[in-house]
Nanobody, 119 residues
Framework: QVQLVESGGGLVQAGGSLRLSCAASGTIFTINDMGWYRQAPGKQRELVAV???????NYTDSVKGRFTISRDNAKNTVYLQMNSLKPEDTDVYYC?????????????WGQGTQVTVSS
């Protein structure tokens, strides 16, 4: 089992910055992908950014140039630096970790952290 604990959410004015952190603990061999998703009430959860164990990164178009994802493999921690925040970035942000072991894929989620951007 893997537990994901997020921190760093909060309230910020438009144009401001926040940094989210997500630390994984438990029985961990290698976490393949770590990422961030976000979800607004009544909407589907959407990918914000993902980073593989090898360092490959993918962002959703709306955050390119403003958000930066990074990870510390030694600490099993993933970060999301969010700059130039906009009101439309307001959502609950969820940390995600994917482990692939012997042909099986295990997906884990954090509890979510609220990010609110005021105009």
């Amino acid at each position: 089992q893997v537990q994901l604990v997020e921190s760093g959410g909060g309230l910020v004015q438009a144009g401001g910055s926040l940094r989210l952190s997500c630390a994984a603990s438990g029985t961990i061999f290698t976490i393949n992908d770590m990422g961030w998703y976000r979800q607004a009430p009544g909407k589907q959860r959407e990918l914000v950014a993902v980073i593989t164990s090898g360092g490959s990164i993918n962002y959703t178009d709306s955050v390119k140039g403003r958000f930066t994802i990074s990870r510390d493999n030694a600490k099993n921690t993933v970060y999301l630096q969010m700059n130039s925040l906009k009101p439309e970035d307001t959502d609950v942000y969820y940390c995600n970790a994917v482990l692939r072991i012997r042909g099986y894929e295990y997906v884990y989620w954090g509890q979510g952290t609220q990010v609110t951007v005021s105009s």
